[in-house]
């Protein structure tokens, strides 16, 4: 009777693990929308020029000290397919997620992808423009990073 209880109640937690991770990773598939809808649901996005900056500065302070935060940076390819960039800070790491299975033209090997990352630098580019990007991530080797937002020099 014990092997039976066992048992099913093995069965009972593997699949309630499975569903759980598919309903996690369903629903971390996005729905496309434009640009102006982004913008009112907060999103940093970045089209012609970055929208909902605040926010983005917010989270780089919350960062800075250790607060709990989340934010998605969307973006667009020029025929307009969103791509959305999560990242959520649960105090220590930053869990990154990337999802481009709205592109069009995004060839075979699109769709989410996650990491586990440490910190977000900023770079200077030789025009001057600020590049945030994503730094010790468990995926990526030492000399990668993945590319946040571009904005222009204060």
Do not use: H
């Amino acid at each position: 009777m014990r092997k039976i209880f066992f048992a099913v109640f093995s069965l009972l937690l593997i699949g309630g693990i499975i569903g759980y991770f598919y309903l996690v990773d369903s629903s971390s598939q996005y729905k496309p929308y434009g640009s102006e809808e982004a913008i009112k649901k907060g999103d940093i996005v970045f089209k012609d020029k970055v929208y909902n900056i605040k926010r983005f500065e917010q989270f780089l302070t919350n960062l800075a000290n250790r607060k709990k935060d989340s934010i998605r940076i969307t973006g667009y390819t020029d025929e307009g397919d969103p791509l959305f960039k999560d990242l959520r800070f649960d105090g220590k790491v930053i869990l990154y997620s990337y999802d481009d299975s709205n592109d069009a033209f995004g060839g075979n090997n699109k769709g989410l992808k996650k990491d586990v990352c440490k910190e977000v630098l900023e770079k200077v580019s030789i025009q001057g423009e600020i590049n945030y990007i994503m730094s010790g991530c468990s995926k990526n080797s030492q000399d990668m990073s993945y590319f946040l937002i571009r904005v222009p020099k204060k």
